[in-house]
């Protein structure tokens, strides 16, 4: 079992019969969604919400139903991955390009468990660039005004264009370098027009759970 793998079958262990479960985006979630599926095949029952059209598909194949994020009041707990990780477990999320309806699912659930390798964990955030979610138009505006922040904005691209998000809009993804306060910057950049939602999660996870290239993890809350 490697890190990612590892992580991934500690925090399904959290998921109990009955439980509405929050499904992540990403390679690590990926490995939650596989181990979630072999428990339903042995016959648990859980109602599941996707974070993304990827995850909706992978989890439909894993034999585990979806429901609409708004056919359920509440999620019981979220399991989801990060690109960085801070000791006070604050988060960068969007390398999928997932990070709004992450945002939206984590902020519905009762629990929020973090998966990762151990080279998510930083001192500080802000070396893998923030993606921040923006209205296709005037983006270039948005984008200069994202950039008076401090940060170096690019628009993340896929084949021949821009890279478009599960709900229409594109992604830029903003260098820092280093975010000395998370909480303050995520106001800042939520305040420009044009943007829809950024990649920090500040104050939201419940829990990391980490796992090691040798197979063992560590909890963190
Ligand atoms: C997707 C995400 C992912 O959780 C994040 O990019 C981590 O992905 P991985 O587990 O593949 O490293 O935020 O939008």
Redesign the pocket.
């Known amino acids: 079992m490697n890190a990612?793998q590892a992580a991934a079958h500690k925090a399904v262990q959290y998921i109990k019969d009955g439980m509405i479960v929050g499904l992540?985006?990403?390679?690590?979630?990926?490995w939650a969604i596989q181990y979630l599926g072999e428990r339903v095949k042995q016959g648990m029952q859980i109602t599941a919400v996707a974070?993304?059209d990827q995850t909706e598909r992978l989890a439909l194949q894993c034999g585990i139903k979806i429901s609409d994020m708004d056919a359920v009041d509440h999620i019981d707990i979220d399991i989801?991955?990060?690109?960085e990780i801070d000791h006070r477990l604050n988060l960068i999320?969007?390398?999928?390009?997932?990070?709004l309806r992450?945002k939206i699912v984590a902020a519905g659930s009762k629990t929020f468990i973090v998966?990762?390798?151990e080279s998510?964990m930083v001192k500080i955030l802000g070396q893998f660039p923030l993606?921040v979610e923006i209205i296709p138009f005037g983006w270039q505006h948005t984008s200069r005004r994202l950039a008076l922040l401090g940060c170096q904005t690019a628009m993340r691209q896929k084949e021949a264009g821009p890279f478009k998000t599960d709900n229409g809009n594109y992604i830029l993804d903003c260098r820092f370098g280093s975010i000395s306060d998370p909480a303050v910057l995520q106001q800042q950049i939520n305040s420009i027009p044009g943007v829809v939602e950024n990649?920090l999660f500040v104050k939201m996870a419940s829990a990391v759970v980490v796992g090691y290239s040798d197979g063992t993890v560590k909890e963190f809350s």
């Not at 989801?80 to 690109?83: F, H, I, L, R, S």
């Not at 999320?93 to 990070?99: D, E, F, M, T, V």
């Open positions: 990612k992540g985006t990403g390679s690590t979630a990926y974070t993304s989801d991955g990060a690109d999320k969007g390398g999928g390009g997932a990070l992450e998966i990762a390798d998510k993606p990649g």
